[in-house]
């Protein structure tokens, strides 16, 4: 049977939890949001103008988006009435653990219970919990109510129906989930992102090049390259006709033998590096910086589905 969600409780409003707030309502869900942050309502306010043009750029009708957003009192408010409740406190597992054990009291039955984090598994934080069946990850890439991918991660005790809601209510708001089947540290996503990460910090450790042209390296091949295939169908075609076949036994095995690099995590090390991604970016403001990556990635975002309509009206 599908879902209706009507009704979310945003948990935490900080940088995920205010986004996942524009995109709820944006889909023209209510949204309780609870967090203790005594300035709740200004940030909501000040996020829902920021975002609003990001969402309409997405086709969405924001006609009314701040009516559909109600501060909570406390978390018992927030999920009074709830669907669903997309969970985005600190990464701290006793924080979860406790807020997650309220949750299953307070919350209706029904109601779908999903954390954004980003390394802890639902397992360890719903261990002495009976009602774990309808908790699960939905870890989101910041900011959610642009980047399409989330991670759905079920616990070892999460039913499939759960899962199947999770991967519904996601696609509702136009989200694309991908289910992943083993509670690894990281999931998929933060786990390709710290191989490569890793080695940038390493590279700029060594003195092979700056933080500033290591991003160049990044957003003028690989981002690009990756925002329309991924890493194995980029080696298939990387390889010719033979594909990946041929990829694998010519340079993949040169390429899979490399010797990464293991940054330092020595303070002195760590701080010059702080230092030098600082010196490249920090005089110029979050807010300036984080707008314009935004307006980037919508521009990517919209000419691939520029192509994609394309493609699906020559097809039809
Ligand atoms: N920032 C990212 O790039 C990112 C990406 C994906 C997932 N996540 C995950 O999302 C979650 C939130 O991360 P964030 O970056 O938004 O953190 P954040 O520090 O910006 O926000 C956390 C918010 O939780 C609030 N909070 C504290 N106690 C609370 C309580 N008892 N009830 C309700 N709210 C409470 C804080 O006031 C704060 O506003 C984390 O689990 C993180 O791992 C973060």
Redesign the pocket.
């Known amino acids: 049977m599908t879902r209706h969600f009507r009704t979310a409780a945003v948990?935490?409003?900080?940088?995920?939890?205010l986004s996942w707030t524009a995109l709820f309502a944006g889909h023209g869900l209510t949204v309780r949001v609870?967090?203790?942050?005594p300035d709740l309502a200004e940030a909501i306010g000040t996020a829902l103008a920021a975002f609003t043009p990001h969402l309409t750029a997405q086709g969405l009708d924001t006609d009314g988006l701040a009516d559909r957003v109600h501060f909570a009192a406390d978390?018992t408010e927030a999920v009074r009435d709830a669907d669903v409740v997309q969970e985005?406190?600190?990464?701290r597992v006793a924080?979860k653990k406790e807020?997650f054990a309220r949750l299953v009291r307070e919350a209706p039955g029904h109601a779908l219970m999903l954390?954004?984090?980003?390394?802890i598994p639902a397992t360890v934080f719903t261990t002495d919990l009976e009602d774990a069946g309808r908790i699960l990850i939905g870890?989101?890439?910041?900011p959610p109510h642009l980047l399409p991918l989330v991670e759905v991660v079920p616990g070892e005790r999460t039913t499939e129906e759960a899962v199947q809601a999770a991967v519904d209510f996601y696609t509702a708001v136009g989200r694309t989930p991908v289910v992943e089947r083993q509670e690894i540290p990281g999931f998929v996503g933060n786990r390709l992102q710290s191989a490569l990460n890793r080695e940038a910090v390493y590279l700029v450790q060594q003195g092979v090049v700056s933080p500033e042209d290591l991003d160049t390296v990044v957003t003028h091949s690989l981002g690009i390259r990756w925002s329309t295939v991924g890493p194995f169908l980029g080696s298939h075609l990387g390889g010719g006709p033979g594909g990946y076949r041929h990829i694998s036994a010519h340079i993949g095995r040169s390429m899979q033998q490399l010797a990464l690099g293991q940054p330092s995590q020595d303070p002195k090390d760590r701080e010059r590096v702080i230092e030098a991604v600082e010196k490249a970016y920090a005089s110029t403001p979050y807010t300036h910086l984080a707008e314009a990556r935004d307006r980037r990635q919508l521009a990517v975002l919209s000419a691939l589905e520029d192509i994609r309509r394309n493609q699906h009206q020559k097809e039809n």
Do not use: C, K, Q, Y
């Open positions: 948990i935490g409003a900080g940088t995920i939890g609870s967090d203790p942050r978390v985005n406190g600190p990464e924080f807020l954390s954004s984090s980003s390394a870890h989101p890439f910041n």
